[in-house]
């Protein structure tokens, strides 16, 4: 069974928020589905969130407010798909094609892969809807 995992809002200054408590529910909706969104406002944690997680898992982290980043990525799907582990794409907003892409690849029986967005949740929460609901978990951290 999939789920949807909603956490309630919170205010987000950086001294007040439950890190414990946004860490396992990230941890698990990673284990659960092969695509999850982190979204929040600028500086509320989310970079820090996903680094603290990543460290000591295979992860491959992509931000794509660097150009180079974004160069990185001009075909996306044949950047992606070789790769393993937890893939963090931190500020999708910038190429919000990208979840047409991930679409695909986790289509794909062959994607071992799991992948985390990290942006800011107005521009990429409509881009969401491009996923289908049973491959995305939606954590907003606002």
Do not use: W
Not at 65 to 89: A, D, K, T, Y
Not at 96 to 125: K, T
Request: net charge positive.
């Amino acid at each position: 069974m999939k789920y949807r995992i909603f956490i309630p809002n919170i205010q987000c200054n950086m001294r007040m928020i439950h890190r414990r408590f946004y860490s396992d529910r990230l941890s698990t909706a990673i284990r659960r589905l092969p695509v999850t969104a982190l979204l929040g406002p600028g500086q509320c944690g989310k970079t820090t969130l996903a680094t603290a997680l990543a460290d000591g898992i295979q992860a491959t982290r992509f931000d794509l407010e660097s150009q180079l980043e974004r160069n990185r990525l001009q075909n996306p799907e044949m950047v992606l798909f070789p790769l393993e582990g937890l893939i963090v794409l931190d500020e999708i907003q910038q190429m919000p094609e990208l979840f047409s892409v991930l679409r695909v690849l986790v289509d794909r029986p062959s994607c071992s892969a799991r992948f985390l967005v990290l942006g800011s949740a107005s521009p990429v929460d409509s881009k969401i809807t491009v996923l289908p609901l049973s491959e995305a978990t939606k954590l907003p951290l606002v």
